[in-house]
């Protein structure tokens, strides 16, 4: 069993940056795949960002690829998203996730964080 914190949220203006983090306990951290999901008030959560067990491969949504981030230091369980050029679409709750399916659906990963709110103001 996985247990997840994120933190790092806030309120930001247009073009800003944040950097959120997501701390996990239990010693098989590394075997974990991890990800991002974010959800809108009115919408459902939406797939952000992934990353492999080890670090070697990413994903992005198509709407963050190339301002966002993702990284992990498995020594430190600890995973990240480092977020630049935030717009206004950018406003949600940020959850950290892990599971050991690689994938975009919600249902890949059975372990979810709280979840960090991030508000994009013009």
């Known amino acids: 069993q996985v247990q997840l914190v994120e933190s790092g949220g806030g309120l930001v203006q247009v073009g800003g940056s944040l950097r959120l983090s997501c701390v996990a306990s239990?010693?098989?951290?590394?075997?974990?795949?991890l990800g991002w999901f974010r959800q809108a008030p009115g919408k459902e959560r939406e797939f952000v960002a992934r990353?492999?067990?080890?670090?070697?491969?990413?994903n992005y949504a198509d709407s963050v690829k190339g301002r966002f981030t993702i990284s992990r230091d498995n020594a430190e369980n600890t995973m990240y998203l480092q977020m630049n050029s935030l717009k206004p679409e950018d406003t949600a709750v940020y959850y950290c996730?892990?599971?050991?399916?690689?994938?975009?659906?919600?249902?890949?990963?059975?372990?979810w964080g709280q979840g960090t709110q991030v508000t994009v103001s013009s």
């Open positions: 990353i492999t067990s080890n670090g070697g491969s990413t």
């Open positions: 239990g010693r098989t951290f590394s075997t974990y795949g």
């Open positions: 996730v892990a599971g050991l399916r690689f994938g975009r659906n919600p249902n890949d990963y059975p372990y």
